[in-house]
Nanobody, 117 residues
Framework: QVQLVESGGGSVQAGGSLRLSCAAS????????MGWFRQAPGKERVFVAS???????TWVNSVKGRFTISRDNAKNTVYLQMNSLNPEDTAVYYC???????????WGQGTQVTVSS
């Protein structure tokens, strides 16, 4: 049974930092892309950042320079270091892992990030 378990969410003031972790288990994730999406209240889930097995990363412009994605392949774990947080970053953050098409991704249960001004 494949599981992705996020941790590290919480509440922080604007300008603060949080580090999210996502541990995957239940199968090999070699050559899988791992990434983070977020869903703000009343909005659709959107892409934040992703990283390939080899370490190539991509991210949405709104987080560039503030968020860093990394992964530990030996631990099947992906991280999202979030700095200079602002209230617009408030959302439920979801971890995902996919091979090829993101529409076939495995998903975590989500972790809440709340940024107050």
């Amino acid at each position: 049974q494949v599981q992705l378990v996020e941790s590290g969410g919480g509440s922080v003031q604007a300008g603060g930092s949080l580090r999210l972790s996502c541990a995957a288990s239940g199968r090999t994730f070699k050559n899988y892309v791992m990434g983070w999406f977020r869903q703000a209240p009343g909005k659709e889930r959107v892409f934040v950042a992703s990283i390939s097995w080899s370490g190539d990363s991509t991210w949405v412009n709104s987080v560039k320079g503030r968020f860093t994605i990394s992964r530990d392949n030996a631990k099947n774990t992906v991280y999202l270091q979030m700095n200079s947080l602002n209230p617009e970053d408030t959302a439920v953050y979801y971890c995902a892992a996919w091979y090829g098409n993101p529409s076939s991704a495995y998903w975590g249960q989500g972790t809440q990030v709340t940024v107050s001004s």
